[in-house]
T-cell receptor, first 116, second 114 residues
Framework: AQKITQTQPGMFVQEKEAVTLDCTYD???????LFWYKQPSSGEMIFLIY??????QNATEGRYSLNFQKARKSANLVISASQLGDSAMYFC?????????????FGTGTRLTIIP | SQTIHQWPATLVQPVGSPLSLECTVE??????LYWYRQAAGRGLQLLFY??????ISSEVPQNLSASRPQDRQFILSSKKLLLSDSGFYLC?????????????FGQGTRLTVV
């Protein structure tokens, strides 16, 4: 069975500092994808970044980067130069892709608050 | 372009009443479809997912059910709501068998059972 764990229920970070949100996962499937989503108070889910299990390089998207350590089964999100608008819930998710049977499982989330 | 519609946006229902939430996707065919529930301040719990018409996988046994009568339509139902069914329900779609694509979410339905 697949499992996603986010151990930080909440984090407070000073504006302009970098922040790392932790995510560990567990699966026996060799082919999987890891995702990070942002959920502001409005409730919408905003896709941030993706990392494939076979990708050799860590994914980056603007101020977001994913620190993928396959042996440790971790996929931490790093936000550089945090901004007030980064305050939100952040979810890590894992998708498996066995043909015709694709689950997408989310962690419990981390509430990030950026302090001015 | 692809869009996902989910309605209603908010709903207040009495305990014991039925429920029907509808989700439709436009601009794509044969998507994977998902229903999630999010309790207040909590994470997303996968309720159901579907890889095709009439194909439903249930993740959590409860008094909810899902149906996919058409390729791009996903319905979440209940015959009798419980107080514990309150929450934020999110529908999502994803390209079938493409692990390297993200899921796209609807705007959500905030359900309050009273």
């Amino acid at each position: 069975a697949q499992k996603i764990t986010q151990t930080q229920p909440g984090m407070f970070v000073q504006e302009k500092e970098a922040v790392t949100l932790d995510c560990t996962y567990d699966t026996s499937d060799p082919s999987y994808g890891l995702f990070w989503y942002k959920q502001p108070s409005s409730g919408e889910m905003i896709f941030l970044i993706y990392q494939g299990s076979y990708d050799q390089q860590n994914a980056t998207e603007g101020r977001y980067s994913l620190n993928f350590q396959k042996a440790r089964k971790s996929a931490n999100l790093v936000i550089s130069a945090s901004q007030l608008g980064d305050s939100a819930m952040y979810f890590c998710a894992m998708g498996l892709s066995n043909f015709g049977n694709e689950k997408l499982t989310f962690g419990t989330g981390t509430r990030l608050t950026i302090i001015p | 372009s692809q869009t996902i519609h989910q309605w209603p946006a908010t709903l207040v229902q009495p305990v014991g009443s039925p429920l029907s939430l509808e989700c439709t996707v436009e601009g794509t065919s044969n998507p994977n479809l998902y229903w999630y529930r999010q309790a207040a301040g909590r994470g997303l719990q996968l309720l159901f997912y579907s890889v095709g018409i009439g194909q439903i996988s249930s993740e959590v046994p409860q008094n909810l059910s899902a149906s996919r009568p058409q390729d791009r339509q996903f319905i979440l139902s209940s015959k009798k709501l419980l107080l514990s069914d309150s929450g934020f329900y999110l529908c999502a779609w994803k390209i079938l068998n493409r692990r390297n694509t993200e899921a796209f979410f609807g705007q959500g339905t905030r359900l309050t059972v009273v």
